[in-house]
């Protein structure tokens, strides 16, 4: 298979410092160009990542007839705009979760999705730990899987970080509640019927800084889950089936240098006692997403995750800040 040729949209450092590196390692992706605002700063992740061309403008990079794909890591407020833009110039986008900022947005995507390939960056669905995770829970390894407990935080109050600024798709539902409502959908093989959601505010930034919820799966299947921009850095999730537990350590930011673990536990022993760990190799889940992504540019497999996906993860969070507003159950 010829790599698929790639442009990325701006120097963000999730992109810098783990997408396009991981892309990188890969002989289905040939990265031929980066862009950004600022030429100085596109030549500077050029150089340090040993990318062939840099663009002073996201729109030099789009009018590139090498490049066939285009990864999008802008911030949230730009991701439909310059995605219909690279989608125009007859190319296939992979963009950064939230694909959009509400459904609504997400849905002026749907005509360009049938000239192009339109896929929303959740590389945690590529890594080996959440398909073995599911294979078990397909295979009846914990009984019935009745619920779900996700956490998922960091500390940040720097101003200048797009998470804290509301006006462009700022707050932690949109950055990390997105990743337990596709673990919610993706462990039970389900679509959620209803939630309610209570939400803390940064008085300053007006963004979304702590955010519990519970979303309900229908025939007694429960996820809940707390998100937060302002406490501990910590991740963790686990399934709670009739018979037994599966705990994934690292459940989001797997890290591509080291091993991770899940723990598979029947409970007959308190305090974890009887669970066994479960490593898996070390694997690039940016790389795998970008393979996968391009295999699908190839035509060698169809996309796993589409446009369609990435609206339903939306439908979600819309209902999620519904409930902020009604304090009540918002259905999906
Ligand atoms: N999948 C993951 O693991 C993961 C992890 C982190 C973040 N993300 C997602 O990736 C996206 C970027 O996150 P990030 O933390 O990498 O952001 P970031 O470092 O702040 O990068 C965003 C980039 O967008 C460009 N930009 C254009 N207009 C801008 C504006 N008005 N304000 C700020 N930047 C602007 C800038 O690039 P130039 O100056 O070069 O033009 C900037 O470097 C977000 O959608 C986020 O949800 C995904």
């Known amino acids: 298979m010829q790599p698929v040729r790639w442009g990325i949209l701006s120097t963000a450092k999730i992109g810098r410092t783990k997408v396009v590196p991981g892309m990188m390692k890969s ?10 605002r600022n030429e100085a700063s596109a030549r500077e992740m050029a150089g340090e990542l040993g990318i062939r061309k840099a663009y002073g403008s996201y729109e030099a990079l789009l009018a590139d007839p090498d490049i066939e794909a285009i990864y999008n890591p802008l911030p949230n407020h730009l991701h439909v705009p310059m995605t219909l833009a690279a989608a125009a110039a007859g190319k296939h986008v992979l963009c950064e979760k939230p694909i959009a900022i509400t459904s609504a947005e997400a849905e002026k995507l ?31 390894e914990i009984g019935e899987l009745r619920a779900l407990q996700v956490a998922f935080s960091y500390f940040n109050v720097d101003p200048l970080n797009i998470r804290n600024k509301a006006d462009i798709g700022g707050g932690g539902l949109l950055d990390i509640g997105c990743y337990a409502v596709v673990a919610g959908r993706y462990f039970f093989d389900a679509e959620p019927l209803r939630v309610i959601a209570l939400v803390d505010r940064d008085p300053a930034f007006g963004t979304d800084r702590m955010a519990s919820a519970l979303m309900d799966f229908g025939a007694g299947r429960q996820l809940t889950f707390t998100v937060s921009t302002q406490t501990v850095p910590f991740q963790r999730l686990q399934a709670l089936g009739t018979r037994g537990r599966i705990e994934i350590e690292i459940p989001f930011n797997a890290p591509a240098d080291k091993p991770v ?28 997403q970008g393979e996968a992504f391009s295999r699908a540019v190839r035509g060698a497999e169809p996309l796993a995750y589409g446009l369609d996906d990435a609206i339903q993860n939306l439908r979600i969070l819309d209902a999620l800040r519904r409930s902020e507003a009604s304090a009540a159950w918002e259905a999906i």
């Open 27 to 36: 002989s289905l992706c040939d990265i031929v160009a980066v862009s950004s």
């Open 110 to 140: 749907k005509e360009a999705s049938s000239q192009v390939l339109i896929g929303e960056a959740f590389m945690v669905r590529h890594h080996p730990q959440w398909q073995h995770v599911r294979n078990l829970i397909r295979g009846d």
């Open 261 to 288: 673990r899940i723990f598979v536990d029947d409970g007959t022993v308190h305090g974890g006692g009887s669970a066994r760990a479960t490593e898996f190799r070390m694997v690039d889940q940016y790389q795998l």
